[in-house]
């Protein structure tokens, strides 16, 4: 019997540490590819690009619910963008993409335009890539059940900038133990990742996106959510103050071919 409880105690220990490991693997990662296009005629190579080319190839791999977004347009933004949201269960899996596109014989020809584009004809003019990992609050992308016509729908994409990587850290516990995503969910904004940026432009920073039917749904839950008295209360607390001193929100729809 004495021998049973040092054997019980290193299956346990062994137990935990995998339920550790098994949980933090479920955790997403996300590349957020950002093209800079400067006429239609680039939108339009790009377009068939990502629709008859890459998309397909990504299904066929396995990585699917793959997002495709424009800039809403206003007077006040150039819509010179197009956003291709890329999730991706691992690390590795996102390392070894490049290799399985190149081996790709249906890939390769579908794209061959955008693949062999030659320097005075490119498909774009710069593209930048942002490496996130999900919010253990929310460790899968959930894409968007609005409906509607999707040009009329938002998709909110918010960028939030912390003054020192503790401060970024903060505001990320904030969002998980301290019940923003909650509240989110409550008053739904049809969230559909929260993640840490692991590696791109502006760090140290967070990235989320929340998706509405339309502009004036979307500015009523804001409303909402500005006038709750949960986020009152959980903005107000000592330990969250200054945890963020930039957000860049952009306002975004998804193509007719994005997966969501």
Not at 7 to 24: G, K, P, Y
Not at 219 to 235: I, Y
């Amino acid at each position: 019997m004495k021998k049973l409880f040092p054997t019980l105690f290193v299956f346990l220990l062994l137990a935990s540490f995998t339920c550790t490991t098994l949980n933090a693997q479920e955790e997403e990662y996300y590349q957020l590819k950002t093209y800079t296009i400067k006429n239609e005629k680039q939108e339009s190579a790009m377009d068939l690009y990502l629709k008859e080319a890459l998309l397909p190839a990504l299904n066929k791999t396995g990585i699917t619910q793959v997002g495709v977004f424009k800039l809403r347009p206003n007077k006040f933004t150039l819509a010179n963008k197009i956003y291709v949201l890329i999730p991706f269960s691992s690390l590795s899996q996102f390392e070894g993409l490049d290799k399985r596109l190149s081996e790709d014989k249906d890939y390769q020809l579908a794209g061959s335009d955008y693949i062999n584009a030659s320097f005075k004809n490119p498909p774009y003019e710069r593209f930048t890539s942002t490496i996130l990992r999900a919010f253990t609050g929310m460790p899968k992308l959930l894409p968007s059940p609005v409906e509607g016509p999707r040009a009329d729908r938002v998709y909110e994409l918010r960028s939030y900038e912390s003054p020192t990587e503790k401060t970024y850290l903060n505001k990320v516990a904030m969002f998980n133990a301290g019940g923003e995503i909650k509240l989110f969910n409550d008053l739904g904004f049809n969230a559909v990742f929260y993640a840490k940026v692991i590696s791109g432009d502006h760090m140290p920073n967070l990235m989320y996106m929340t998706t509405h039917t339309n502009m004036e749904q979307r500015d009523a839950k804001w409303d909402t959510f500005r006038n709750s008295p949960v986020w009152k209360k959980l903005s107000a607390e000592k330990k969250y103050k200054n945890n963020m001193n930039k957000a860049d929100i952009l306002l975004l729809y998804p193509t007719e071919y994005s997966d969501y």
